[in-house]
């Protein structure tokens, strides 16, 4: 893995955004921040605060287990990378990895191994990708995380695209994305990182604080903009109010 160039986390925030910005819970949004999503200025703080305030909406919980001293860098790969790289453990990824979570064994049991049910069904939808990006450019970040060149690393977001594209060739894998990778000394630290009943309970603290997340909520982040918005945004709850 080579360092490229270093990248604000506001960049980071925006592509991740980006990536999220299709989900049902930002349908109400679109036509307001549309434009801002997908063609923002990186150098606006105003139009920076609302990326972070919509994405904190549906990641918020995510983003807070990333050590305070993340450092964001624009990477490039190499083919032993993909020994290093790993998804996280959730969901339907468990069954497919069979207790080992690297990308590149993932992508063989894929290959090898007939899976049944809603298993069989989440890995045609790859498949199904993996066939696309042979013919398609794909221009979209990838989110990693790890704390050295040298150490382990693994997909915050991005885990169907990667594995679709290692599919299809290391080659594809390594040309069609911008990758993305924060790295820190603690990263240890973070459940998604390292999973361990100290990070998760640390997690689960971290959530239930935040039933009510204050940084999703652009009437406390920009209430002037907010009160500008007022006809096209969502009305809160009498709970969060």
């Not at 990641?59 to 998804?87: F, K, N, S, Y």
């Not at 191994?113 to 696309?132: C, D, H, P, W």
């Not at 382990?152 to 069609?176: C, D, F, K, M």
């Not at 009943?197 to 907010?226: C, G, H, K, S």
Request: charged share 30%.
């Amino acid at each position: 893995m080579r360092r490229v160039r270093a990248v604000t986390e506001a960049a980071v925030i925006a592509e991740f955004l980006k990536n999220e910005f299709y989900r049902p819970e930002f349908q109400p949004d679109r036509h307001v921040f549309e434009h801002l999503v997908l063609d923002g200025n990186l150098e606006d703080a105003r139009e920076n605060a609302i990326r972070r305030a919509l994405l904190f909406r549906r990641r918020g919980h995510m983003w807070r287990e990333l050590p305070p001293d993340t450092e964001w860098w624009e990477v490039a790969l190499d083919i032993e990378d993909l020994q290093r790289i790993h998804v996280f453990p959730r969901a339907h990824w468990r069954k497919i990895a069979s207790g080992s979570f690297k990308l590149a064994d993932i992508a063989r049991r894929i290959r090898s191994e007939r899976f049944r049910g809603r298993t069989q069904t989440f890995v045609s939808k790859i498949e199904a990708l993996s066939y696309r990006l042979r013919e398609q450019p794909d221009h979209s970040a990838i989110l990693l995380i790890t704390t050295d060149e040298q150490s382990p690393v693994t997909i915050l977001e991005g885990n169907h695209r990667l594995t679709a594209a290692l599919l299809a060739s290391p080659s594809i894998l390594q040309q069609r994305f911008r990758v993305l990778c924060g790295f820190s000394a603690r990263m240890s630290e973070s459940c998604w990182y390292r999973t361990s009943i100290t990070n998760l309970w640390r997690y689960a603290w971290n959530r239930f604080r935040n039933l009510y997340d204050r940084e999703a909520d652009l009437e406390r982040v920009l209430p002037q903009y907010a009160r500008e918005q007022a006809p096209n945004l969502p009305q809160k709850t009498a709970a969060q109010r």
